[in-house]
């Protein structure tokens, strides 16, 4: 991440295809595995742990979106019924067969992943705003599904109450309990992700988003491929209402409408579409910038407008400031924040040099 | 990485005692009440009224000293009717010590339940959501404290019932937004249909709810409604009522619920005049005839400022200081127990419970809140559109208290 080679020197693909490019790759993910399990959740507020515990559900659905959208060239705006498909499947595994989190999740997961397959099915023949469309309407057919089948949605409210996760008989309430609860799976999904791209799925992944019919010439299965992406890509989505269910203790319909859908892909396009790294950034930035831009207008919004309008156009111009900088983002770098720095890396590697 | 591993954990565990054994004894005596509101989202023509109003209560409260001699600071969080932001917020206001919370939105108010009752922080949520939070056993620290949809769908039979003369053998027409919180109440007029021997059709608008004009010309050709209840959301109120009066259904057989029944809606239908008739059901007064209403323009005047434009939406921005009220009354209640203010939200919890013969001039229902109904009693008015404004046609009522209290208890025996 921070750590750069001077020049590619590999040799062979094993040193090509490796978790860890350098022994400094090492030291940088036992730095980060330091800071994020033992120095951040013993040393702030419970509250700064909720903010990051949103960012890391956000993280776990943009890294599933973006091997989709990123790595395999399809679209989909159907992601937030995937979700909800992983949250009614795990509630109701919890609560009418009373399944921990271990066995609730992965089942979730694993219909979502079903039900991703099969709105992948057009992807086979259609591509680009087409196939958007037909996950379109996938997302509406789950989400009137759900909201209409009470034998799904638990009742006419369409929300069932989840139990709290346990782990050897404790049960994860706290906001610091859910922060490691949640880290474990980000590790889980980053460390999947990052491995699944760099083997033969992965490749095939990217052959076909870089141009499918030279991919099949070359003896991809595209059949194969194009649905085992959108199931894989489902899993993550499905795991991601899993534990946004056992993070806010109810699966209701209603967090999983088509807002949700567009949020992340918002968040895979400003952090950089296929790449990890921009995943993490793209959730990060969406979720975070808001809270960023509430708390500078609360502290400085006084100094320009009235106490009473402020009130009222703190949110306004929240909107506003998200939208200008997304756009300023984008228009700064349009591959995105990875690339933004990657970019800066490169500056400084020769800094203070110009060449 | 691993020799240093032992230190380090040393170390977080240092951190995690030392903070720890700081972090209590903040309280101190100004009170903390938290306020979600929705000035930019999908609600926003409510927010933008209804927040100003529990803005402008809260002051006139500390303008007259505080609640027994204690401030209020009001922390307003806007959460654009989404789910993460309100989660957000809902942490940040426990940070700050919040003793009670305003929750805006059906779908945020389901995401905040458990962790209102796992912290012990009340929540109000007067209006929408949750008809089973009523029972305060079950709920312990959620407070409809205004009529929830399931008594909403009986006044509505029961009014229903007034302008008919009664209901056996008529037609009656549910007309509904297509989402959990319009399905809400159907169990509940379904059975009043058996009970009370009326024809029950639901007519389901899909969302966004902007074409319903294949519902409402079955409503009004086909099924031949001798009464339509109407529970729509947003702007569908408006379309409603412009597709009614668009096949000729008088829209005096029609009353709607009280997400429907705004100034905005009728201005959005086309203008007083075409709405004519039209029935609204509310959970706090209309108009602007009300003493508080009365001191919050006396306190704009004495800072030398119009009153706000806000106030004109009477139907929004006095619910917004009904629900500030009765938060400021559970507030008082629990300060009179505890004078030194350092409060809890257990005690306001209790000081909810305590509300009774709270009635601002006329602006809030009487409600009576115990600690098995949290509800208040289900109270409300209707109001017609007559001559250009809203004029009251009944006192507060609410109906079949019987049949609501016996879904309450099956939705209680279901978990």
Not at chain 1, 81 to 107: D, E, K
């Amino acid at each position: 991440m921070i750590h750069r080679e001077c020049g590619v020197l590999k040799t062979t693909y094993e040193a090509d295809m490796a978790l860890y490019p350098l022994p400094i790759a090492r030291w940088t993910v036992a730095a980060l595995a330091v800071l994020f399990f033992l120095v951040l959740p013993f040393s702030v507020h419970e509250y700064y742990l909720s903010i990051v515990n949103l960012i890391a559900i956000a993280v776990v659905g943009a890294l599933g979106l973006n091997i989709l959208v990123g790595s395999t060239g399809q679209i989909s705006i159907g992601h937030g019924a995937f979700m909800s498909v992983g949250a009614y499947t795990a509630a109701n595994f919890a609560v009418r067969l009373g399944a921990p989190f271990w066995l609730a999740l992965p089942l979730g997961g694993a219909m979502a992943a079903l039900v991703g397959a099969v709105v992948g099915i057009p992807s086979l023949r259609i591509k680009g705003l087409y196939l958007a469309i037909a996950t379109l309407a996938g997302q509406l057919i789950i989400e009137w599904t759900i909201n209409h089948v009470t034998w799904i949605s638990g009742g006419v409210q369409a929300s069932i109450e989840m139990p709290r996760p346990a782990f050897l008989g404790v049960e994860i309430a706290s906001q610091r309990g859910m922060y490691f609860f949640l880290m474990f799976f980000v590790v889980l999904a980053v460390v999947g992700t990052l491995n699944l791209l760099r083997s033969r799925i992965g490749r095939a992944f990217i052959a076909i988003r870089d141009h499918d019919i030279a991919a099949e010439i070359i003896g991809i299965n595209i059949f194969r491929y194009k649905l085992l992406a959108f199931a894989i890509s489902s899993f993550y989505a499905g795991v991601t209402g899993v534990l946004y269910t056992y993070y806010l203790g109810i699966a209701n319909y209603e967090q999983f409408q088509i807002t949700v859908s567009i949020d992340y892909l918002a968040m895979i396009i400003i952090g950089g579409l296929g790449s990890v790294l921009g995943a993490i950034f793209g959730a990060i930035f969406v979720t975070l910038l808001p809270i960023v831009i509430r708390y500078a207008m609360e502290a400085l919004g006084g100094l320009v407008f009235s106490q009473a309008s402020v009130l009222n156009i703190i949110p306004n111009l929240r909107l506003i400031l998200f939208g200008t900088l997304i756009v300023f983002f984008l228009v700064v770098e349009p591959e995105g924040l990875n690339r933004l720095w990657r970019n800066i890396r490169n500056y400084f590697r020769v800094w203070p040099f110009a060449y | 990485m691993r020799r240093s591993f032992p230190l380090l954990l040393g170390l977080a565990v240092a951190v995690w005692t030392t903070h720890a054994s700081v972090a209590p004894a903040a309280a101190s005596h100004e009170i903390v009440m938290g306020f979600l509101c929705d000035r930019t989202g999908a609600t926003q023509t409510v927010g933008v009224n209804m927040c100003p109003g529990a803005q402008d209560y809260v002051r006139l409260v500390n303008a007259k000293g505080g609640v027994e001699g204690h401030r209020i600071r009001l922390i307003e969080i806007d959460h654009e009717y989404k789910v993460p932001p309100a989660v957000e917020a809902y942490e940040r206001y426990k940070k700050e010590g919040a003793v009670v919370i305003a929750v805006y939105g059906t779908p945020i108010v389901y995401a905040l339940t458990q962790r209102l009752t796992e912290d012990r922080i009340p929540g109000t949520t007067p209006g929408f959501g949750r008809g089973d939070a009523t029972d305060g056993t079950r709920y312990p620290y959620i407070f409809p404290i205004a009529a929830t949809y399931w008594s909403q769908g009986a006044a509505a039979v029961d009014f229903a019932r007034q302008q008919l003369g009664g209901l056996k053998g008529k037609k009656i027409a549910y007309l509904f937004y297509d989402n959990p919180a319009g399905r809400e109440p159907i169990p509940v007029v379904e059975e009043l249909s058996t009970k009370e021997g009326f024809q029950l059709k639901t007519f389901a608008v899909p969302p966004p709810g902007v074409e319903m004009g294949a519902q409402v010309l079955d409503i009004a050709q086909r099924y031949h409604a001798d009464f339509v209840i109407a529970h729509l959301f947003g702007r569908s109120p408006s379309v409603s009522i412009k597709e009614l009066k668009r096949v000729g259904y008088p829209l005096r057989k029609v009353v709607s619920f009280v997400w429907g029944s705004a100034e905005a809606d009728v201005e959005a239908a086309g203008g007083w005049p075409a709405a004519e008739g039209y029935h609204v059901m509310q959970f706090a007064g209309v108009g602007t005839d009300y003493p508080v209403l009365n001191e919050i323009r006396e306190m704009y005047k004495k800072e030398g400022q119009p009153a706000p434009k806000e106030m004109t939406s009477t139907v929004y921005y006095n619910r917004g200081v009904v629900w500030a009220a009765v938060q400021v009354e559970a507030v008082r209640n629990a300060i009179r127990a505890k004078p030194d203010g350092r409060i809890t939200g257990e005690d306001v919890k209790k000081g909810f419970e305590k509300i009774a013969n709270f009635t601002l001039g006329g602006l809030v229902p009487p409600l009576k809140i115990t600690p098995n109904d949290h509800e208040g009693g289900g109270l409300v008015q209707i109001y017609q559109v007559k001559g250009g404004k809203f004029a009251r046609e009944t006192d507060w009522f609410s109906a079949y208290n019987d049949v609501v209290a016996k879904h309450i208890k099956e939705a209680g025996a279901k978990k």
